[in-house]
């Protein structure tokens, strides 16, 4: 499994919003730029646009938990910086559409290896089919 480190300095968000690849959706906004390191580097931000501090550290959580769930159960590719910034209806919604949107954005930006893309799919219709629920 991968590691993560997490991105904390102004500078490295502002080189990363200057320099990388942008996904957008009404829930949030992806960032992407290879780094020099072996790992990845995560970075999570919410503007006071979103809301009060109790929303924006929700937001912030929602988004954190969603990656989590994806760096365990899929093989990431090494070596890139990912920032995500927290739009006004993060804080309202739940992690299973911020999941699906974090995992959309990164299987688009290629991050996502293949092969667990391919497991997961086939674990989803072992899901339809009713197989794995027995």
């Given amino acids: 499994m991968n590691k993560f480190a997490k991105l904390n300095k102004n500078r490295q968000f502002m080189y990363i919003y200057n320099r990388g690849i942008s996904l957008v959706s009404p829930l949030l906004v992806t960032y992407l730029l290879k780094n020099r390191f072996k790992n990845n580097r995560l970075g999570i931000t919410a503007s006071k646009k979103v809301g009060n501090a ?7 959580r929602i988004i954190n938990a969603a990656y989590k769930n994806i760096y365990a159960n899929f093989n990431l590719k090494n070596g890139y910086d990912i920032v ?3 739009r ?3 804080a309202k919604s739940n ?6 949107i974090i995992y ?7 991050i996502i290896n ?5 497991k997961e799919k086939l ?4 899901i339809k089919s009713g197989k794995e629920l027995k």
Avoid: C, G, W
């Fill in 54 to 60: 109790v929303k924006r550290n929700r937001a912030k």
């Fill in 84 to 86: 995500f910034v927290a």
């Fill in 88 to 90: 006004a209806k993060t």
């Fill in 95 to 100: 992690s299973n559409k911020i999941y699906n």
């Fill in 104 to 110: 959309k954005h990164l299987s688009d930006l290629n």
């Fill in 114 to 118: 293949t092969s667990s893309m391919q």
């Fill in 123 to 126: 674990k989803l219709k072992e």
